[in-house]
């Protein structure tokens, strides 16, 4: 057997250490004395207990996971009554957001089937999402701030790779996710940390170059797409790492290859096209076109879950318009992978993006001491969603618009220009 092209040989089981090392280290920036509330599915256990073990020796006061069930939430579908899917257990949001006000930090292990809830009522699934959206946000809040130091990192779960994998056993399919975390996670290098601070330094450096072009508008043109976005008064784009403002460094995605901004929620015109379908709560829609005028859509299709995807956009009038741009080169680690990951986390870092919804004022220039009036002077979009849809690929080409009205090619073919 020759190793010449591997880099470094470490079993699985040093692998997960590893990615819960890098997690609590690098992704979230625990601090010592700091509490962490942690949320994962049952079938992520594994992870879960090596970042529990890495926090306490980062000298974590105390760790608190809240574990969910799919077979549970399943069961809720098929069983409780119709007035269960208007209520939200409040009362463990408001608990959350006391902790995340006292110094916690947060962390989510993701890995959810990515069709849980294909199958059911959609109108269940739309009611159910609204209120949690509403019964979460004040907590959420706080970490769209960035008030908190947060990460979301991912660990392979049987359905999850059932979805990727659908050729292969269930041993083989896990094998495989598990690879390809470990791979675009930089975990299979010599020195992942180091490796990451780089990687994080480039992406500041990105949004530095951005940041000086000032650009007023990005324009897109692809197979279905011809649009044209306005970029938020005062925008600013980040990418990479940020100092929460409980002072702690994080690197809220892990992966991340993305470098994004807040767009204007009024100036948004022409036709996108979805270039990979969205896995969104348990329901997979796929084949999106919409138009926009002036910031709003006023036509949505899906090929696949349309009904879905009508309810997301009908959740309030700031469903309809977007919170977040987002610049990701083809050419990026997870999309070089080839691999369709049904999850937003890598598949949003395999390509450019937009989201529906809720903006993050951290993408603006003293964003956090805004008001809600000046933040939406300033074009910044209100909703109780935030969603993710990708739009870029190998034949996507964006120009950037300057104020005066230059226009200038930012992107070609899906590569940085
Ligand atoms: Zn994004
Ligand atoms: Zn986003």
């Known amino acids: 057997m020759t190793t010449a092209t591997v880099a470094v040989e470490r079993t699985y089981e040093q692998k997960l250490d590893l990615l819960g090392e890098v997690a609590v280290q690098v992704g979230l920036g625990l601090k010592a004395g700091q509490e962490l509330v942690m949320t994962a599915s049952l079938d992520t256990v594994p992870l879960a207990r090596r970042i529990t073990e890495h926090a306490y020796r980062a000298g974590a006061s105390l760790v608190t996971t809240l574990y969910t069930d799919d077979e549970a939430?399943?069961?809720?579908?098929?069983?409780?009554?119709?007035?269960?899917?208007?209520?939200?257990?409040?009362?463990?949001?408001?608990?959350?957001?006391?902790?995340?006000?006292?110094?916690?930090?947060?962390?989510?292990?993701?890995?959810?089937?990515?069709?849980?809830?294909?199958?059911?009522?959609?109108?269940?699934?739309?009611?159910?999402?609204?209120?949690?959206?509403?019964?979460?946000?004040?907590?959420?809040?706080?970490?769209?701030?960035?008030?908190?130091?947060?990460?979301?990192?991912?660990?392979?779960?049987?359905?999850?790779?059932?979805?990727?994998?659908?050729?292969?056993?269930?041993?083989?399919?896990?094998?495989?996710?598990?690879?390809?975390?470990?791979?675009?996670?930089?975990?299979?290098?010599?020195?992942?940390?180091?490796?990451?601070?780089?990687?994080?330094?480039?992406?500041?450096?990105?949004?530095?170059?951005?940041?000086?072009?000032?650009?007023?508008?990005?324009?897109?043109?692809?197979?279905?797409?011809?649009?044209?976005?306005?970029?938020?008064d005062d925008h600013l784009w980040l990418g990479g790492g940020t100092t929460a403002g409980n002072g702690n460094y994080c690197i809220p995605n892990m992966p991340t290859e993305e470098v994004f901004t807040t767009p204007h929620k009024d100036r948004a015109d022409g036709t996108v096209t979805a270039t990979k379908p969205l896995s969104h709560q348990g329901t997979m829609i796929e084949g999106i076109q919409v138009r926009f005028e002036a910031g709003r859509i006023v036509e949505a299709h899906a090929s696949r879950g349309e009904e879905v995807l009508q309810k997301l956009i009908d959740t309030d009038d700031g469903a309809r318009r977007l919170g977040e741009v987002a610049l990701v080169p083809h050419s990026s680690p997870i999309a070089h992978s080839g691999m369709l990951f049904y999850h937003t986390l890598f598949d949003e870092n395999a390509a450019s993006h937009i989201a529906l919804g809720q903006s993050y004022s951290s993408c603006l220039r003293d964003g956090d001491k805004l008001t809600p009036e000046q933040l939406a002077a300033r074009g910044a979009n209100d909703s109780l969603i935030h969603v993710d849809w990708m739009i870029g690929s190998g034949k996507l080409d964006i120009d950037g618009v300057t104020a005066t009205g230059t226009v200038e090619p930012l992107m070609r073919q899906g590569e940085w220009v």
């Open 73 to 232: 939430t399943l069961a809720r579908y098929h069983f409780a009554p119709s007035e269960s899917f208007d209520y939200a257990a409040g009362w463990l949001y408001d608990g959350m957001g006391a902790a995340f006000k006292s110094g916690a930090a947060r962390l989510a292990v993701a890995g959810a089937n990515p069709s849980l809830l294909s199958n059911e009522d959609p109108d269940k699934v739309g009611r159910a999402n609204r209120a949690v959206s509403k019964a979460y946000r004040p907590a959420l809040e706080l970490i769209t701030r960035h008030a908190i130091n947060w990460t979301i990192v991912a660990a392979a779960t049987p359905a999850w790779a059932a979805a990727m994998f659908p050729n292969d056993s269930p041993d083989v399919a896990i094998g495989k996710l598990w690879e390809a975390i470990f791979d675009t996670t930089r975990i299979n290098v010599d020195d992942p940390v180091s490796v990451w601070k780089k990687h994080d330094a480039e992406l500041h450096k990105r949004a530095a170059r951005l940041n000086e072009k000032r650009y007023s508008a990005l324009r897109y043109r692809g197979p279905g797409t011809d649009f044209q976005l306005g970029l938020a």
